[in-house]
């Protein structure tokens, strides 16, 4: 059994900062790829950033420049550093990860979700 517990979230101001992150916990052998998700109200859920369990990143047009994934092998967690952030980065955040167990091989996990506003 695996969880993924998300925190970091809360109200910034327009060009504030937060930092997001994701613990993995549970009987975890290796973790490959995990990543980033965001849902609007009214929009559908796109990919954020993604980082592969040797670094490698990928980012969302919207986001690049402005966001930083990074993980912690030794932590089984991920993060997301978000600046200057946008009242259009407030979204629902879920964080991702494609986790290896003895019982299922690799599966994908999520989050619960934590709320990110971004408002004067």
């Known amino acids: 059994q695996v969880q993924l517990v998300e925190s970091g979230g809360g109200l910034v101001q327009p060009g504030g900062s937060l930092r997001l992150s994701c613990a993995a916990s549970?009987?975890?052998?290796?973790?490959?790829?995990m990543g980033w998700y965001r849902q609007a109200p009214g929009k559908e859920r796109e990919l954020v950033a993604s980082?592969?369990?040797?670094?490698?990143?990928n980012y969302a047009d919207s986001v690049k420049g402005r966001f930083t994934i990074s993980r912690d092998n030794a932590k089984n967690t991920v993060y997301l550093q978000m600046n200057s952030l946008k009242p259009e980065d407030t979204a629902v955040y879920y964080c991702?990860?494609?986790?290896?167990?003895?019982?299922?091989?690799?599966?994908?996990?999520w989050g619960q979700g934590t709320q990110v506003t971004v408002s004067s």
């Open positions: 991702n990860a494609d986790v290896y167990t003895t019982r299922l091989g690799f599966y994908l996990y």
């Open positions: 549970g009987s975890i052998i290796s973790i490959n790829a």
């Open positions: 980082i592969t369990s040797g670094g490698s990143t």
